[in-house]
């Protein structure tokens, strides 16, 4: 009789300790919007990452309403985020998410301010880099609970690359600065 083998479903809290993240080519997206529908322009943000051929979808967060940080003059955000794998560089697959906004319809582009759907490549493997056009990982997200929280439903081992923490730890941290609220809204 040949070995048992055994299967195993597995879920995202229970994959054995691996940070499937830190792998090359593994990319967090992250999503929102506060003008017009953004929770349709999300969904179908998503719809299109899942179907171009050089992006495997791996999970997608659920999405959450939440308080507009920064410029706090303006409409609650629908927040999400979505783990990703590619053959493309970094690069390439920000100009893919940068075509992804205009296809959208961004309403306009104050620093900040409201949009139909902002689409930030959060990190990208343990990848650290500094250019005119993208500085990995991207370098507000320890401040932002709206980016903290989808983030840590979909990959709860992910460590910051530079800071080593983990975004349970980085949310631990926010505890008390006010005006961040982020709450349930929809399942993925
Ligand atoms: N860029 C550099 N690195 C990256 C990266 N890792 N990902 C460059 C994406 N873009 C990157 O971005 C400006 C330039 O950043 C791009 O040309 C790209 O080459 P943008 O998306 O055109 O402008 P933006 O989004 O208005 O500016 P910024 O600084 O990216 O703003 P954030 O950090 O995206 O914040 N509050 C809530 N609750 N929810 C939100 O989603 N979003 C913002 C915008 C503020 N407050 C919010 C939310
Ligand atoms: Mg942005």
């Given at each position: 009789m040949g070995p048992e083998v055994k299967k195993r479903?597995?879920?995202?809290?229970d994959n054995g300790g691996f940070d499937e993240t830190a792998a090359a080519g593994t990319a967090l997206i992250g999503l929102g919007?506060?003008?017009g529908?953004?929770?349709?322009?999300?969904?179908?943000?998503?719809?299109?990452?899942?179907?171009h051929p050089h992006v495997r979808l791996v999970r997608c967060s659920s999405f959450y309403r939440t308080e507009p940080v920064g410029k706090i003059d303006q409409s609650w955000f629908v927040n999400g985020a979505a783990l990703?794998?590619?053959?493309?560089?970094?690069?390439?697959?920000?100009a893919l998410l940068q075509e992804l906004?205009?296809?959208c319809g961004r309403v306009r582009r104050e620093r900040w301010g409201p949009r139909s759907l902002d689409l930030d490549l959060l990190s990208f493997g343990r990848m650290v880099l500094e250019s005119e056009r993208l500085t990995l990982p991207h370098p507000r997200i320890h401040e932002r609970r709206f980016v903290l929280v989808?983030?840590?439903?979909?990959?709860?081992?992910w460590r910051h690359p530079v800071f080593g923490r983990t975004a349970r730890e980085l949310l631990d941290a926010?505890?008390?600065v006010p005006g961040q609220a982020v709450e349930f809204l929809e399942s993925p």
């Amino acid at each position: 009789m040949g070995p048992e083998v055994k299967k195993r479903t597995l879920s995202v809290e229970d994959n054995g300790g691996f940070d499937e993240t830190a792998a090359a080519g593994t990319a967090l997206i992250g999503l929102g919007g506060n003008v017009g529908d953004p929770l349709a322009y999300c969904r179908e943000a998503v719809r299109t990452l899942a179907e171009h051929p050089h992006v495997r979808l791996v999970r997608c967060s659920s999405f959450y309403r939440t308080e507009p940080v920064g410029k706090i003059d303006q409409s609650w955000f629908v927040n999400g985020a979505a783990l990703c794998s590619t053959p493309l560089q970094p690069e390439e697959l920000l100009a893919l998410l940068q075509e992804l906004e205009w296809r959208c319809g961004r309403v306009r582009r104050e620093r900040w301010g409201p949009r139909s759907l902002d689409l930030d490549l959060l990190s990208f493997g343990r990848m650290v880099l500094e250019s005119e056009r993208l500085t990995l990982p991207h370098p507000r997200i320890h401040e932002r609970r709206f980016v903290l929280v989808p983030l840590l439903e979909i990959a709860p081992r992910w460590r910051h690359p530079v800071f080593g923490r983990t975004a349970r730890e980085l949310l631990d941290a926010l505890d008390g600065v006010p005006g961040q609220a982020v709450e349930f809204l929809e399942s993925p």
